[in-house]
């Protein structure tokens, strides 16, 4: 049976479509129109996602929602495509941490920016917007990737996220970010998850 992705085009479930695309396993997309209640109605849809909200996956009897959830979950269901370090890998550990940075640090920092939102580096988890964008800078500044030579499940939730930045303006000027971005740019998966969000755009 294959996997069933509840996903919207513009939106964050961009990002497990692109990794499902580098993964390669039988999936069927099943579109569901955020801005619309009765679509998100979708009974099996809310089954897996009771917020309503894309991404979403059925895989059997696995209903999952959350894009770094599932970006876990799916990395580690097929780890023959390679993107998720083993658990004893020492590499681990870093994953994990780029895993979670998405919505940990970059999605607050954002916030923060631009829904102006006061500064409190202390209070705040993700410490602050600027702090959040240099830690990514030193961590690519080796690159080619998150974890060095391997390309994982992190910089596709990672590089999604920057990509959509570029798009909409909000990317520091960084000539280290703008190649990271252009490196996931080249990648097929990620062209042919863009062009079907292109595509649903018309
Ligand atoms: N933390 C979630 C956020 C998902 C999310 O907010 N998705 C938006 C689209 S990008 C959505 O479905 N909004 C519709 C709604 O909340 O009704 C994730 O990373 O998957």
């Known amino acids: 049976m294959s996997i069933k992705l509840y996903w919207c085009a513009q939106s964050r479930a961009g990002r497990v479509l692109w990794l499902l695309e580098e993964i390669g396993a039988d999936f069927e997309v099943v579109e569901i129109d ?8 979708h009974p099996l849809f809310r089954i897996a996602s009771p917020m309503g909200k894309v991404p979403a996956i059925s895989d059997g009897d696995v209903n999952l929602c959350d894009s770094a959830a599932i970006s876990l979950y799916l990395a580690d269901r097929f780890p023959e495509a ?80 920057l990509h959509y930045m570029q798009v909409i303006g909000a990317l520091p000027e960084s000539d280290v970010l703008a190649a990271y971005v252009a490196r996931c740019l080249e990648r097929p998966a990620f062209q042919r998850a863009l062009a ?5 755009a018309g």
Request: hydrophobic share 45%.
């Open 82 to 161: 390679g993107l998720a370090p083993a658990l004893d890998d020492p590499l681990r550990a870093r994953y994990l941490y780029w895993m979670v940075f998405t919505p940990g640090m970059l999605e607050p920092a954002l916030t923060e920016k631009f829904g102006g939102w006061e500064t409190n580096r202390f209070q705040h988890g993700w410490g602050d917007h600027d702090s959040v964008m240099d830690v990514l800078k030193a961590g690519l500044a080796q690159g080619p990737w998150l974890l060095g030579k391997p390309f994982s499940a992190a910089d596709v939730l990672v590089g999604a996220s």
């Open 34 to 41: 955020v801005r619309d209640e009765g679509a998100k109605a």
């Open 196 to 200: 079907r969000d292109a595509a649903a």
